[in-house]
């Protein structure tokens, strides 16, 4: 399993090799995930229907470049927002949260 320091490496790289439509450069915050049959899922929030999957991270880096680039051909309307960060809360079983430590990261 990939450790935290070398996913964020890739997210650099990633960021750094997507263009916007004129040539300029533009940053998307991408999603991860991974599936309960090992695959990696990326989606792009700002992109609504801009995801994919692959078996491995630099796979799925190529296949979000290349969503991403498609969605922009197709005139796909991005909103105006940005991302804040990732909160975690903790919920019981019954599903009343629980009064545990949540923790964020959030952009500044």
Do not use: W
Not at 26 to 53: L, M, N, R
Not at 56 to 63: A, N, S
Not at 77 to 94: D, E, I, L, M, T
């Amino acid at each position: 399993m990939e450790n935290a320091s070398r996913v964020a490496n890739r997210f650099k790289l990633f960021r750094e090799g997507v263009y916007h439509q004129g040539g300029k450069m533009q940053d998307y915050t991408v999603v991860i995930e991974k599936d309960e049959d090992g695959y990696f899922v990326a989606s792009v929030p700002a992109i609504p229907g801009c995801h994919t999957q692959a078996k491995t991270l630099d796979k799925l880096m190529e296949r979000i470049r290349e969503a991403i680039e498609l969605c922009l051909e197709s005139d796909v309307k991005a909103p105006k927002h940005r991302f804040v960060g990732v909160q975690s809360v903790r919920v019981n079983g019954y599903g009343k949260a629980a009064p545990a430590q949540a923790y964020s990261s959030l952009a500044k």
